[in-house]
């Protein structure tokens, strides 16, 4: 690595919802960052520790055995008021009374809308660390977190199955992703579901019952309807009551996986994933870069400017969706 920055002080915080592996992706931070002679400052609950100082010496030692650790030792929050101009500056302020002169953000694009203030505004080298089990951000294959999030759903879905089949019942099952089928999708193809309903496709309630009658007819008694919480006809529970009314004699149940999707030990993926990542961050800020995501696409490590993570996004692979109707049924 050709070093062209030189900083003694950088900071690092998680911002957003959490995600497993974000833990990981703290420690390379940490180590690569002490490993070039740099000190490190963790901020806890993300901007909202900005604002307030809420500032931790980290140490080799202070991120021992976190890396299969899910959720964020150094907290994460949704800080509404670090939209506010005047905060921003305050945070700025306490940076640079902390002797904190680099920044790495990791989060989702929410996040990186308010890593993109801090290096607009007060020209902050700042570095993003995509971080959310979503993997709605554009310009890298997989954020952290994404691939423990669709394992803990898809070892849930596979015990429902369980109990759908031994009482022949119908089985909605709401997986997260407000605005994001990729849960969905990649859930939904890895346990065979009949169908899988994402925020990005509209859906007719009429033609998935024409459909569910269809498969009855095929001698299917039970299945599973996959939902993304974003769903265009509402989260799990509000289509199985618009089907319960058109299909009134189909045993029908609904569940929310919920935020368990949210915790738990990372997968391997997730923690080599977000050590690469962590890594990559803090050498390209001593490599001059700034302003960028550090991602990975291809097989590659790539820099994406926030302008284009935070206004672009991830779009589902439609081959999983297609691949899924094919093979489900
Ligand atoms: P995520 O990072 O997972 O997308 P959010 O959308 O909740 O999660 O964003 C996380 C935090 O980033 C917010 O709570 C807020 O502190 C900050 N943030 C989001 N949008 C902006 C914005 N437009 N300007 C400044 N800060 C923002
Ligand atoms: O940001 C990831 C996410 O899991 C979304 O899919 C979900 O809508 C949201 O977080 C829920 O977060 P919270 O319960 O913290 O508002």
């Known amino acids: 690595m050709e070093q062209k920055a030189d900083f003694k002080k950088i900071g690092v915080l998680t911002s957003g919802g959490d995600a497993p592996g974000m833990n990981a992706a703290i420690r390379a931070v940490v180590r690569t960052a002490i490993h070039y002679g740099i000190d490190v400052v963790g901020i806890r609950s993300g901007y909202l520790g900005l604002i307030n100082r809420m500032f931790i010496p980290m140490e080799p030692h202070t991120v021992s055995k976190i890396i299969s650790q899910g959720g964020t030792m150094l907290k994460s929050a949704r800080c509404l008021e670090f939209k506010l101009p005047e905060c921003q500056q305050t945070a700025y302020n306490n940076l640079k009374e902390e002797g904190i002169d680099a920044l790495v953000v990791i989060g989702g694009d929410g996040s990186f809308r308010g890593a993109r203030e801090l290096y607009n505004r007060f020209g902050l080298p700042v570095v993003g660390i995509p971080g959310t089990i979503d993997n709605d951000i554009y310009g890298t ?69 024409h459909y569910l009658q269809h498969e009855r007819r095929k001698n299917k008694t039970s299945g599973i309807i996959l939902v993304a919480e974003g769903g265009s006809e509402g989260g799990a529970q509000e289509v199985a009551e618009k089907v319960k009314k058109i299909l009134p004699e189909y045993d029908i149940r609904s569940t929310n996986l919920g935020h368990i999707q949210r915790g738990g030990s990372p997968t391997a993926m997730d923690r080599v994933l977000a050590s690469m990542l962590g890594n990559r961050a803090v050498e390209a800020l001593l490599g001059g870069i700034s302003g960028q995501m550090v991602g990975y696409a291809s097989g590659k490590i790539v820099y994406v400017p926030f302008d284009e993570a935070c206004s672009k996004h991830n779009s589902i692979p439609h081959h999983l969706y297609e691949i899924s109707n094919i093979i489900s049924r």
């Open 141 to 209: 294959d997989m954020t952290i977190g994404y691939d423990t999030a669709t394992n803990t759903a898809m070892e849930a879905i596979d015990k429902i199955r369980d109990t759908a089949e031994s009482h022949n019942l119908l089985f909605f099952v709401e997986v997260m992703g407000r605005h994001s089928g990729f849960i969905a999708a990649q859930t939904g193809l890895a346990t065979g579901a009949e169908s899988i309903l994402v925020p990005e496709e509209p859906i007719d309630i009429n033609r998935l019952c």
